[in-house]
């Protein structure tokens, strides 16, 4: 089976969902896949384009009064194969962050220990802000996972992104308490 790109294979997986335009799809992925994968706007329609030319999804227009057509895109048999297919497959690499705050940290004994230490809490104050933000997607889940099956699986990457938040902010607290103490 042909191998597409990591980005192809998101939008089949979000075709799965009842997002089928390409405005639900961006709206989809500045909902949740955004957490923890980007995808930019404009990789959306010519994915969507080469999606329909090679067999995987068909585009259908909708029409409603008032509005302009828009094109809805559909997963063909062909589509949920190759996203089963890829799923199936096993991960071929750990990701690679690429953190500005340790960039930075890395380098900090040519930076003043007061803008080290503003830095460490103004990246804290952020943390502290998206963890919220998952708490709030997480109920929102719960709330309304009236026979979603995609539920479950909404959680567990939601869990990844509040666990790995959580030990971003202990950390945090961990290096400003070590730079707190040499600086006395």
Known sequence: MKSYNDTTYAILGILTTECNSGYAIKQFIDRSLNHFWKISYGQIYPTLKLI??????EVRTSSNPGKPDRNEYYLTSKGIEALKSWLEQPIEQLPVERNEILLKLFFGRYQAREKTVSLLQD???????????????????????????DSMYWLFTLDYGKRTTKAAIDWCEVTLDTISMEGD
Do not use: C, M, P, W
């Open 123 to 149: 990246y804290k104050q952020e943390l502290e802000g998206r963890f919220q933000t998952y708490v709030s997607i997480e109920q929102a889940i719960i709330n309304h996972q009236d026979n979603e099956e």
């Open 52 to 57: 329909v030319q090679e067999g995987l999804a």
